[in-house]
Each structure stands twice: as structure tokens, then as C-alpha cells.
């Protein structure tokens, strides 16, 4: 049998839904809110992530002395990327839609190539069948984010707002279920 929450518990639930349905909707209404959040993150972990291989290049005993050195390299550039992803709003716009169609790219090539593995594998042929349509959907959808960087960022809020949509959903229910 599930064990029932107090009320206060509940309550603080169905709030914080709310209060997130409240944010996705001014995500979908000021939608540089959201990209500013997410070139935010991005820069955010970007700088974790060339300090930690800042860190781990330096502490490594048993790498050569060439590997370390390539990877407080590589870690002065993503921190370098991570900086100036935060500065320079115009720079992590860019940067945060590249990775996103690069993403979407590499998701492409996957789903295809998945396809044409699973044929081997024996997999049925519905199985085989979606995943190279959605490939070629995430494949055509890659290029127009490159080719139209506006779609890419109108794409970014909508899954940002969809996200934050969801939360807010399952916290309400989670509120008056439990």
C-alpha cells in the first residue's frame, strides 16, 4: 500500500506545479528567457568541464607527459568556451545552437545507421522501419536548424517549455495522488 504524504507535503507540490506551468508559459511568451537559461547552463558546464579536465590532466600520474598536456589544453579551451559563452550572449547563442545541430546531426546518423544494423541483427522490420524515418525526420530537421538558426532557437524554447510543461504536470498530480 503507498504510503500517503502529509498535507503540507501535497500542498507544496501543487504549488510548485503551478508555479512551473506558470514558467513555461512565460517561457513560450519571452522565449529569449529561455535561451538565456540554457546559454547560461551551457557556460555553466562548460567551465566545470574544462576544470575538471584542467584537474585531471595536472593529477594524472600514469599519462604521458604529451596526453596530459593535450588535456589541459583541451581544458583551457572549453573553459575559454564556457566564459565566453556567459560574456558574450551573441557567442553562446551560436554556440548553444551548434550544439543542438550537432546534436540532432549525430541523433540522425545514429537512428540511420541503427536501421541498417538492425537488418543484420534480425530486428523486425517495423522496428527498422521507424527508426529510418525518424532519422531522416531528425536529419531534415538538423539541416533546416543550421540553415535557419531562428527554427533551431524556436525549437530550443518550445522543448525547454515542453519540459518545464511536463514538470509542472507531474507535480500537480503527484500533489493530489499522494
Known sequence: MAER???WVRAAE????IIVLILAVYVIFNPNVAIGLLRLILGIGLIILGLSLIASGAGARTARMGGRVLTIILG???LALGVAAIVYTNFGSDLLLIIFAIGLLLNAI???AFAGYAVGAGAPSWIRGTS???GIIALIIAILVIVFPSLGFGLLVLLVALALLLLGIELIVAGVAS
Not at 14 to 17: D, M, V
Open 110 to 112: 545514429g537512428r540511420i
Open 14 to 17: 501543487i504549488i510548485a506545479g
Open 132 to 134: 529510418m524515418v525518424l
Open 76 to 78: 583551457i579551451i572549453v
Open 5 to 7: 504524504h502529509s498535507m
